[in-house]
């Protein structure tokens, strides 16, 4: 998880801005685009082992992030970090207030209306999978609308566009159970 260091505030705008830890390799998007041939299998299963260590920490406070995606995963040399809690919710408040994340991250049942639950973040986790197994956004080729959210409501997940090992597929699809009760916790990760 990346350390918050404290607030700032632009002389010239007043625009707040919140001071983090550094990340020399930025998001995940933007390390994936640095490494246009792709990233080595063992380095990919070191930044997901990264981001499921950083989502047990949390959800073992009752802590849901609300907002994994590609974007909101920092590398830092060898070091994976999320950011981006800003919106996240106790997994206890059941409250929904229309803050989702971006939406081929948002797991089924949250497009649904459901209570919301540790579980959606291993959806997420999922889908970091499949944008770092394959190098590139999922739904990449459609509009990010209500189509889109309802095809994912009915089981829609990214297409496997090439072979990637077995193993690594079954958990992918693990994460993407529509049933949330069906999904590995973030320990089990």
Not at 2 to 27: F, L, S
Not at 128 to 142: S, T
Request: aromatic share 10%; glycine share 6%; charged share 25%.
């Amino acid at each position: 998880i990346i350390r918050y260091y404290g607030i700032t505030q632009d002389t010239e705008t007043k625009d707040y801005m919140i001071v983090v830890q550094y990340a020399r390799n930025g998001n995940l998007r933007k390390y994936m685009k640095k490494n246009p041939t792709g990233i080595i299998w063992k380095r990919k299963l070191d930044i997901l082992f990264g981001v499921a260590t950083a989502l047990y920490r949390i959800h073992r406070e009752n802590i849901v992030h609300r907002n994994l995606h590609s974007g909101n995963v920092l590398i830092n040399s060898y070091m994976t970090l999320i950011s981006d809690l800003g919106i996240y919710s106790r997994a206890d408040n059941h409250e929904i207030d229309g803050t989702f994340g971006v939406l081929p991250y948002v797991s089924p049942e949250i497009l649904r209306g459901k209570p919301l639950t540790t579980a959606a973040d291993i959806y997420s986790f999922g889908t970091i999978m499949w944008d770092l197994a394959f190098g590139r956004k999922p739904f990449n080729d459609r509009a990010h609308n209500l189509e889109l959210a309802t095809d994912i409501i009915n089981g829609l997940r990214p297409e496997i566009i090439e072979e990637i090992p077995e193993c690594y597929l079954k958990l992918m699809k693990n994460c993407w159970e529509s049933d949330p009760f069906m999904r590995p916790s973030a320990e089990q990760l």
